[in-house]
């Protein structure tokens, strides 16, 4: 089977910056595309970034363009997410997102797109 295991989750303070990693194994999994998601106290999980097979291709939420990067090292079937400037309503649970096919230069945008799930981890932002 394929399991995703974040990390990097942490408190921080607003405008600081935080790291998440992600790592996918298994023999099943053939690289597809990632992504992360969030899910915010009291609201539905949301799409945050994206990226295609090829991480070329990436896809942002308008809510952190110019602020979250998001990369991948198709080698190690790793997704990191770059998160600066961090603001509060920032805090939520972060998932990452693994796709087991697509085109090579295909982002998906949809949360019912990604085949595989991590388990979550918990960022917090105070102001």
């Known amino acids: 089977q394929v399991q995703l295991v974040e990390s990097g989750g942490g408190l921080v303070q607003a405008g600081d910056s935080l790291r998440l990693s992600c790592a996918a194994s298994?023999?099943?999994?053939?690289?597809?595309?990632m992504g992360w998601f969030r899910q915010r106290p009291g609201k539905e999980r949301e799409i945050v970034a994206t990226?295609?097979?090829?991480?070329?291709?990436?896809y942002y939420a308008d809510s952190v363009k110019g602020r979250f990067a998001i990369s991948r090292d198709r080698t190690k079937y790793t997704v990191d997410l770059q998160m600066n400037s961090l603001k509060p309503e920032d805090t939520a649970v972060y998932y990452c997102?693994?796709?087991?096919?697509?085109?090579?230069?295909?982002?998906?945008?949809?949360?019912?797109?990604?085949?595989?799930w991590g388990q979550g981890t918990q960022v917090t932002v105070s102001s």
């Open positions: 997102a693994a796709r087991n096919s697509g085109n090579y230069y295909y982002t998906p945008r949809r949360e019912e797109e990604f085949n595989y």
């Open positions: 298994g023999r099943t999994f053939s690289g597809g595309p």
């Open positions: 990226i295609s097979r090829s991480g070329s291709l990436p």
